[in-house]
């Protein structure tokens, strides 16, 4: 299973409203990357974690929250956020091993932010 | 500071063609370089991952080459397809804060036609 599954696929949040994005993986990778997209751009890092525990955040503003809950669980909590975050949020993961680090990515949540 | 670079942005050839996609990078000390696909308004799907002690990787119609010492790797893909078309994204990881980042190219939009 080299699946990693991303919910909701879509959506749409007013400024002052407050949701989570999800992702999901079983391949017992113990590095997992959230990235945002914007169109015709290739994904830009903004948080990674390994075992569990945050080890880069790309200087992502507040009004983004990571989680791990557990080694197979990532969350994206979204509070306050501007239009111009509306892009295409995709989560990874991989082995934490730099000797084996294929990045595996999900289907992504397309975020409209109003 | 790895750089990767993608040349060109976009490649237009008639099906059945053999064509080879070009990714450079700065830093020759490279782990591993990964080739993704993704098609419009959705996640990346690994193609192919060569580790710095290897060569090239095959899968199919698509094969992968790596040359450190002039900082090149190609993706071969051979009897073009009206399916093969997606953007293909190369990205080689570096460390930061005891994890890895992947540095992307901007890709190569890839169209057949049939």
């Known amino acids: 299973d080299t699946e990693v599954t991303q919910t909701p696929k879509h959506l749409v949040m007013g400024m002052t409203n407050k949701k989570s994005l999800k992702c999901e993986q079983h391949?017992?990778?113990?590095?997992m990357y959230w990235y945002k997209q914007k169109a015709k751009k290739p994904p830009e890092l903004m948080f990674v974690y390994s075992y569990e525990k945050l080890s880069i955040n790309e200087s992502v503003p507040s009004r983004f929250s990571p989680e791990c809950p557990n080694s197979s669980l990532l969350n994206l909590h979204l509070h306050a956020l501007q239009p111009e975050d509306s892009a295409l949020y995709l989560c990874a993961s991989s082995h934490d091993n730099p000797s084996y680090n294929e990045q595996f990515f999900g289907p992504g949540t397309r975020l409209t932010v109003l | 500071k790895q750089e990767v670079t993608q040349i060109p942005a976009a490649l237009s050839v008639p099906e059945g063609e053999n064509l080879v996609l070009n990714c450079s990078f700065t830093d020759s000390a490279i782990y591993n370089l990964q080739w993704f696909r993704q098609d419009p308004g959705k996640g990346l799907t690994s193609l192919l991952l060569?580790?710095?002690?290897?060569r090239e990787q095959t899968s199919g119609r698509l094969n992968a080459s790596l040359d450190k010492s002039s900082g090149r790797s190609t993706l071969y893909i051979a009897a073009s397809q009206p399916g093969d078309s997606a953007t293909y994204l190369c990205a080689s990881p570096i460390t930061q804060g005891g994890s890895e980042k992947l540095v992307f190219g901007k890709g190569t939009k890839l169209t057949v036609n049939p």
């Open positions: 391949m017992g990778h113990r590095a």
């Open positions: 060569i580790q710095s002690s290897q």
